[in-house]
Nanobody, 118 residues
C-alpha cells in the first residue's frame, strides 16, 4: 500500500504565501506522478499541479505563475509552494500519487485545509 500524509495547511491572508508538503510511504514505483488536487464544497476535485518522477510538471491555468510544485525523489515527498493566494484558492488540497507504468494505481492523501481570508 501507499500512504500519503499532507502538512502545512492553514489560514493565510489574501496575497500571502503557504507551503504544503506531502510525504509518501509504502510501495512507491520508481516511475510515478505526484502532485496536488483541490476541492471545495459543491465543486469537483480539480487538478492543481503534478510532477512526474522525471521532473515534468503540469499546472492548472489558474495557478500558473503563483504556485510551484517540486519533489524530492529520495525522500518521496512533493511540495506545493503557493504565493499570491486568493480567497478563491480556499479548498481542501489533496496529495496524489500515481504508480506507473501499466494500469495507473492512484492513491490520495487525507487532505489539508487551506483558507485564504482577511
Amino acid at each position: 500500500q501507499v500512504q500519503l500524509v499532507e502538512s502545512g495547511g492553514g489560514l493565510v491572508q489574501p496575497g500571502g504565501s503557504l507551503r504544503l508538503s506531502c510525504a509518501a510511504s509504502g510501495s512507491i514505483n520508481s516511475i510515478n506522478v505526484m502532485g496536488w488536487y483541490r476541492q471545495d464544497p459543491g465543486n469537483q476535485r480539480e487538478l492543481v499541479a503534478t510532477i512526474s518522477s522525471d521532473g515534468i510538471t503540469v499546472y492548472a491555468d489558474f495557478v500558473k505563475g503563483r504556485f510551484t510544485v517540486s519533489r524530492d525523489n529520495a525522500e518521496n515527498t512533493v511540495s506545493l509552494q503557493m504565493t499570491n493566494l486568493r480567497p478563491e484558492d480556499t479548498a481542501v488540497y489533496y496529495c496524489i500519487l500515481v504508480n506507473l507504468p501499466g494500469r495507473p494505481q492512484q492513491y490520495w492523501g487525507q487532505g489539508a485545509q487551506v483558507t485564504v481570508s482577511s
